[in-house]
């Protein structure tokens, strides 16, 4: 029992690096995709053998490797639930949502496939890359922010990486939002959801 404890354990731990590590460049790709900085900001490189955009500017490039890094003991860990891009506009309203919805079987006991899982992932690059026509047109004034959303709040008190990350000044919206998905996969031990979010058409307005 305690063997295959162990090999949860490693599981766990590569699967929430390759995780963390795909999280980067698809953030990233997304930030590129909605044009919020000029096409300098970034530049071409290969993740799993196609081409992605990696952020050049040192600021841009510092927060989205920090922020996504700093989720990696929690995501090993199984409580973090939800990991989101979100667009707002100048009144912290949001605009656009893209979310990761993220599942770790943490009983899984046979070695993970690295190769197989990031060819998995691979898919989502490639989908996001052709996604812009179900995107909305963001206000001249927009903001973003990387936000992750726990199964259960960690303790800043025993983790000093829960220090790192602060309730969200983000505003939310009052009715449920509408929903687009775009790539879902399922490869053990790992499974993840991609979906848009936008305001209902009940929302009222500001």
Excluded at 14 to 40: D, H, M, N, Q, W
Excluded at 158 to 179: C, G
Aim: proline content about 7%; glycine content about 4%.
């Amino acid at each position: 029992m305690r063997e295959k404890c162990e090999m949860c354990n490693d599981n766990d731990r590569e699967t929430a690096r390759i995780l963390v590590e795909f999280l980067e460049v698809a953030i990233t790709s997304i930030v590129y995709l909605k044009g919020v900085y000029p096409p300098g900001a970034f530049e071409r490189r290969r993740y799993t053998n196609i081409v992605v955009q990696k952020a050049r500017h040192p600021q841009l490039k510092e927060y989205i490797h920090d922020a996504v890094n700093g989720l990696l003991p929690f995501i090993q860990k199984g409580l973090v639930e939800r990991v989101a891009v979100l667009f707002f506009n100048s009144e912290s309203i949001p605009v656009e949502r893209f979310v990761f919805k993220l599942t770790l079987n943490q009983s899984y006991g046979t070695k993970v496939d690295d190769a197989g899982l990031e060819f998995a992932l691979r898919s989502f690059l490639i989908k996001l890359s052709v996604s812009e026509p179900l995107t909305k047109v963001l206000p001249r004034d927009c903001r973003w922010e990387i936000t992750a959303y726990f199964r259960s709040l960690p303790q800043a008190t025993t983790s000093k990486d829960a220090e790192l990350w602060i309730p969200t000044d983000t505003m939310q919206w009052q009715q449920p939002p509408l929903i687009t998905p775009i790539k879902s996969m399922s490869s053990e031990p790992l499974g993840v959801q991609l979906y848009l979010e936008h305001a209902s058409l009940s929302e009222p307005k500001a």
